[in-house]
């Protein structure tokens, strides 16, 4: 046990314990307290776990305990823990009291159009972006990839297959896009519909490092176009490029792929041009607004600028020697105006000019390239010219054959042929077929030349249409993609429907041959697509090939199904047939944390993936309205749902919401119509941290925390209606927009069941990564994972999701509280509306810079009942209250005062800018009910003017003040040891306990 002797006192308010106390302590331990205060503190474990903290791997500097320090779970409350990021531990215990993976073999799509096998990435995941899904804008999208991980299923092990055949080996937990969201394999069913992404790419290949553009290439283009020799030009265009990486252009250089892209669309429906002779270059580019965004993106990836979308309407008239046309359009165009640009296309194959009249054919260097060069430069020339996937209106099981068309003057119709005829042995790399290239006469135009259109047609068989669209897809053209994923979604279920209808046929006339009988086979045999008739003519009819039935939908028919919700993703939804357990599976898998917001990407073409407080201020002075004081409480105990397990409060929410609600935290409540969004901007972190992974929350805490947002909860959470009674620093408080007198409303709640639950979750999960990585503790409550470890990322991402639920549930009660003062003051004063001072985290790990023995350094700041507290000029404070520092609540217990605070830069070096979070125990709950009655003090609280809503009497005594220490006693430590200033102290008229 620690005792009083084992402290060295640092000054007034300090006391340390150093690390000659124990052997296994890393840093001195810290504690803030007054002489008054010590005894109480003495009186539990808390020191004892504090001492225990400064023995955990990578921790830093030193730990220290706040001085309304009590002994919790793990560290202790009021704990701060301070961890090397990212190679220090996590500890879900220091912040308050499973991964799921897929087989090694499972091949993952990358964003541009490759896939690789899980297990043979994890020597090349850093820098790669996978496709992913942004569900909210219903499109696809590009997600780098924040973690890589690999280990022995501690889960079951299970093969989904769905109707097309589609497989995959995932661990039961590992979740899955369906129509109701995210939801586990583990709780998948046969006949349950899941999304696919049914494009598949090509096999990744590795880049050799020849070559492809040179410093001699770029030159002797420039010689070509007039700008090699008078004046600089030439020079800076070549510096130019070679300050930006692109100089050498080689097969491997990151930038290629995108180079690629853009002059693939450029050959189609682009322009490249030098104004003048040896005048400035000029690329544009022409599409809707969507693939524009794309190209635009994709440009200043490589350091270049574009314009801005260029919209006009247009007029055309065409004389053909058929007929003559007129027609107006909307024009939408991006343009680059670069000469570095411009040659550099012009370098890998882009006419400078009018393509029409010129010669020119395939790029060289592309008949070398990996297939998945290949594939990118084939798709953005698709993305531009080539034919939209469509079905036959009449037959709508079978497509039209894709056609690409380009127009050459007379004169150049040879090297035209030449080029679609490389194009179509490019194709037949991939599996695509073509059938001819036809030309015929066109439009006179003005100069008096004769335009000849080209068409290279591409065979219509459905094998040959799924290489096409399935391989190789469209780039710059978000419709003609989902077009095309949706067309090798209906062509690979009727396939599998026609494989299992020749299988029927096949078995019919087995089991005919053998003597059973027809009514037995048609009993048998019968299902969605083989009906009687089907069978009967198998068995008598001497059918021939097998085709799709009567019953099967045609494509229009699918995709509207298919694709219903899903805009143009490129998903389709899709029955799961089967699902198998794998119960010998004894090999390693694999999963990813991407760095989006709906944390997801494609599989084998499936698509996987805190406590605080808040003050509100009136206008109003308490004495305005004394009387509406009990109606107020009132309505906000008839509003705000309290108790264990109590919903209700805000309308229960969707497994696909709660996924939201995890990442956008306040914001998402701000969206549902619970707040203002002026709100946002005095809440710790703006309502909502970065790195929330919904993925890593499991489904029981997500159903816990399903209809529990706007409600108080239990234990020590309340809600107070305020007077403040004292103002101790005008300036900071005007700045917070407090006065004396004035009414205030204090909510003091947390992330409810989900938060909870995801704490046990990693208690429990990494009990095994303590062991995995052969972490020594000296107490199993200490549970901590490698930040850098998947089982410490997955933890992260999760605590962070639980803390923007918290945020979330106490935005929803915010706005049931303004609701209530509606309800009661409405028409009775001036004015009725509060207005958000501050809203604070006070359990959660944060990744922070602090100063470390003269350095700066990354840490993990662990605050377990402890509160952030930056001084003025802080940039993670808002911008609000940046001139005077973060607002700083600590709620004191019921029926005692609250303290406002503001923070100190003193406290940044005293104590990783923390402070306390509120007066700390001295009695369990337990041992409060043993000597304390509800009843009795309800009406000692009302005797003493306090008006009282309680759900239990019980509840209502293990708050009672008694059970707490002094909280003028505390603030008196914190405001004297510099890690907050007293701003205002607020005096309770009402409370409401769960």
């Known amino acids: 046990m620690v005792k009083k002797a084992d402290l060295v006192r640092i000054s007034q308010y300090v006391w340390e314990i150093p690390t000659s106390y124990r052997a296994d302590m890393k840093v001195p331990a810290r504690l803030y307290a007054s002489e008054d205060l010590l005894p109480l503190i003495f009186r539990d474990q808390s020191l004892e776990q504090l001492v225990n903290t400064a023995a955990m791997p990578g921790v830093v500097k030193r730990v220290l305990v706040m001085p309304d320090a009590h002994q919790g779970y793990g560290p202790p409350i009021g704990g701060v823990v301070p961890t090397r990021y990212p190679d220090g531990v996590i500890s879900p215990g220091a912040v308050g009291y499973d991964i799921n993976c897929l087989a090694g073999e499972t091949p993952i799509l990358h964003d541009l159009g490759f896939h690789l096998p899980i297990a043979a990435m994890e020597q090349r995941w850093q820098g790669d972006e996978l496709l992913c899904q942004d569900f909210d804008r219903e499109r696809p999208t590009a997600a780098p990839i924040r973690r890589y991980l690999r280990l022995r299923p501690r889960n079951p092990v299970y093969r989904l297959t769905t109707e097309s055949g589609r497989e995959i080996v995932a661990t039961a937990d590992h979740p899955f896009w369906t129509p109701d969201g995210m939801r586990d394999l583990g709780d998948l069913r046969a006949g349950d519909l899941v999304a696919l992404y049914p494009f598949e790419g090509v096999a990744y290949e590795e880049p050799g490092d020849e070559v492809v553009v040179s410093r001699r290439d770029v030159e002797a283009m420039l010689e070509r176009l007039g700008k090699g020799a008078a004046g600089n030009a030439a020079a800076q265009i070549v510096a130019h490029l070679e300050k930006r990486g692109l100089l050498p252009l080689r097969a491997n250089s990151p930038q290629l792929p995108y180079l690629i892209k853009l002059a693939g669309y450029a050959l189609g429906d682009g322009s490249l041009y030098f104004s003048g002779q040896g005048g400035q270059g000029t690329v544009w580019f022409y599409g809707t607004a969507e693939d524009l965004d794309r190209i635009r993106a994709d440009i200043a990836r490589l350091g270049f600028a574009p314009s801005r979308i260029y919209v006009r309407e247009r007029e055309h008239r065409i004389t053909t020697p058929y007929a003559a046309y007129e027609f107006a359009h909307t024009e939408m165009s991006v343009k680059v105006s670069s000469s570095a640009f411009a040659v550099l296309l012009a370098c890998l194959g882009v006419p400078v000019g009018s393509k029409a009249a010129q010669d020119y054919e395939l790029p060289a260097w592309l008949r070398t390239a990996p297939l998945w060069h290949k594939r990118l430069f084939l798709a953005a020339l698709f993305g531009a010219e080539l034919t939209t996937p469509k079905a036959f209106p009449r037959r709508n099981y079978n497509f039209y054959p894709p056609v690409l068309s380009m127009n050459k003057r007379v004169g150049y119709v040879d090297s035209g042929r030449a080029f679609l005829q490389g194009l179509a042995e490019l194709l037949a790399e991939f599996g695509v077929e073509t059938k001819t290239i036809s030309q015929r006469r066109e439009q006179e135009n003005a100069d008096g030349s004769r335009s000849v259109r080209l068409r290279l047609v591409l065979s219509s068989k459905p094998e040959s249409l799924l290489n096409l669209w399935g391989r190789v897809g469209f780039e710059y053209n978000a419709k003609r993609r989902a077009l095309g994923n949706a067309a090798v979604g209906y062509l690979r279920v009727k396939q599998a429907v026609v494989a299992a209808r020749e299988e029927a046929a096949a078995l019919a006339q087995a089991q005919h041959h053998a003597g059973v009988s027809p009514g037995r086979i048609y009993a048998d045999l019968s299902g969605p697509h083989v009906n009687r008739r089907f069978l009967e003519r198998s068995l008598y009819g001497g059918r021939g090939s097998v085709r799709i039935g009567s019953a099967f939908p045609g494509f229009d028919e699918y995709r509207q199904r298919a694709t219903a919700g899903l805009g143009q993703s490129g998903m389709v939804w899709e029955r799961v047939a089967r699902i198998e357990h794998l119960p010998g599976f ?70 696909r919401e709660m996924d939201e609600v995890l990442v956008k935290g306040a914001a998402w409540a701000v969206k549902a119509g619970y707040g203002r969004k002026e709100d946002l901007e005095r809440l710790e972190e703006k309502g909502a941290m970065p790195g929330a992974d919904p993925s890593a929350v499991s ?109 979330a549930n106490r935005q929803c009660m915010a706005h049931l509280a303004r609701r209530s003062f509606e309800e009661v003051l409405a028409g009775k004063v001036r004015n009725f509306d509060l207005h958000t001072v501050y809203d604070v985290a006070h359990n959660i790990a944060k990744i922070e810079e602090h100063v470390v023995d003269g350095k700066k350094m990354r840490l993990c700041v662990h605050r377990k009942g402890a509160t952030r507290a930056f001084g003025p000029g802080h940039p993670a404070v808002s911008p609000v209250y940046r001139a005077v520092g973060q607002p700083v609540l600590v709620p004191g217990d019921m029926g005692t005062a609250s303290y406002v605070l503001v923070g100190t830069n003193e406290a940044l070096e005293e104590s990783f800018g923390t402070s306390c979070h509120g007066a700390g125990r001295t009695m369990s709950r337990k041992a409060a009910k043993k000597k304390i009655h509800g009843g009795t003090l309800r009406r000692e609280l009302e005797e003493r003017g306090i008006r009282v809503r309680a759900g239990s009497l019980a509840g209502l005594a293990e708050e009672a003040p008694d059970a707490y220490k002094d909280i003028d006693a505390v603030i008196e430590v914190v405001d004297g040891a510099g890690l907050a200033r007293k701003v205002a102290r607020l005096r309770p008229l009402a409370v409401m306990k769960g």
């Open 586 to 655: 004894a090999e390693e898998v694999y999963d990813f944390t991407v760095a989006h917001p709906a944390h997801n990407f494609v599989a084998n073409g499936f698509v996987v993936s805190n406590c605080g407080v808040r003050l509100m201020a009136s206008d109003l002075l308490a004495e305005e309205v004394q009387e509406e004081i009990g109606g107020l409480i009132s309505a906000l105990f008839r509003n705000i749902p309290s108790g264990v397990g109590k919903g209700g409060g805000a309308r229960r929410v969707s497994e």
């Open 699 to 807: 489904p029981r805490a997500k159903k816990r925390g399903g209809p529990q947002l706007g409600t108080l909860g239990a234990g020590n959470h309340f809600i107070e209606i305020q007077e403040v009674e004292v103002i101790y620093d005008r300036e900071v408080a005007e700045a917070f927009g407090l006065f004396e007198g004035q009414l205030v409303v204090q909510i003091h709640s947390g992330s409810r069941g989900l938060g909870h639950q995801v704490c046990s979750d990693y208690v429990r999960e990494l009990q095994s990564a303590v062991q995995k990585y052969g972490i020594r503790l000296p107490d199993r409550q200490l549970v901590c994972a490698p930040l850098d470890s998947p089982e410490g990322q997955r933890y992260f991402g999760a605590m962070v999701a639980a803390a923007n639920y918290a945020w």
